[in-house]
């Protein structure tokens, strides 16, 4: 079983950008990082550091010593870590200038992600990150077009898992909205289709990363 990464190399990874998963740091820092199988140096200039999947599963769990304790702290709320609206939230972040701004961001790293790790360097379509992330990459494709999330009794998109493999299931409140939700998912490189829940008839759309 290999060891847990340093302190050091733990402020790393929890620094790393929170959707793109891109790292600073020290060579030394990074080397290790990639030693450890926790960081991949991409083979293109400019050469960043990104996180691996067993990178993000470090960073996204809770921190040992806050396991082992007996009677652990409230936990204070993680600050500045972006995550976009799936819908249905019961706190979700207040509109504002700023959050535009770290949407648009957001939208713009994971381009960025998908030009420096797609083999071909293609933008237009999604990449491992996401294929790893569908809930929440097909929720920014959604949000960073300026659809809105249901929020309390606003009516609004939501996206949800499902069983099957490399698939997220859309929600709309009206048929317009639904087909609005699908051309911006096939715009950012997803393929949507249109489908009728059996039971509650409710049209949803089932949306999947394209791969050509």
């Not at 190399?9 to 030693?35: F, H, N, S, Y």
């Not at 960043?48 to 709320?77: C, Y």
């Not at 939208?107 to 992330?133: F, I």
Request: hydrophobic share 35%; charged share 25%.
């Amino acid at each position: 079983m290999s060891r847990p990464p340093t302190a050091a190399q733990r402020r790393v990874i929890e620094a790393a950008d929170p959707v793109t998963g891109r790292l600073r740091g020290t060579e030394a820092q990074l080397a290790a990082l990639v030693k450890r199988g926790l960081a991949f140096r991409h083979p293109r200039p400019p050469h960043e550091h990104f996180l691996t999947p067993a990178g993000h599963r470090i960073r996204e769990a809770e921190p040992p010593e806050a396991v082992s304790e007996a009677k652990p702290a409230e936990p204070a709320p993680r600050t500045g870590v972006f995550a976009a609206r799936v819908g249905g939230e019961e706190e979700p972040p207040a509109d504002t200038p700023a959050r535009l701004r770290e949407v648009h961001s957001a939208w713009q790293g994971l381009l960025e992600l998908r030009r420096m790790t797609n083999p071909d360097g293609a933008v237009d379509r999604p990449c491992g990150w996401e294929r790893t992330h569908l809930v929440r990459a097909a929720a920014l494709a959604l949000e960073a077009a300026g659809h809105r999330p249901a929020s309390g009794s606003a009516d609004g998109y939501r996206v949800r898992a499902t069983p099957q493999p490399e698939a997220v299931a859309v929600y709309a409140a009206d048929p317009d909205s639904l087909a609005a939700c699908a051309a911006t998912l096939e715009r950012a490189g997803w393929q949507p289709g249109a489908y009728t829940e059996p039971r509650t008839r409710e049209r949803y759309l089932l949306a999947s990363p394209r791969r050509v």
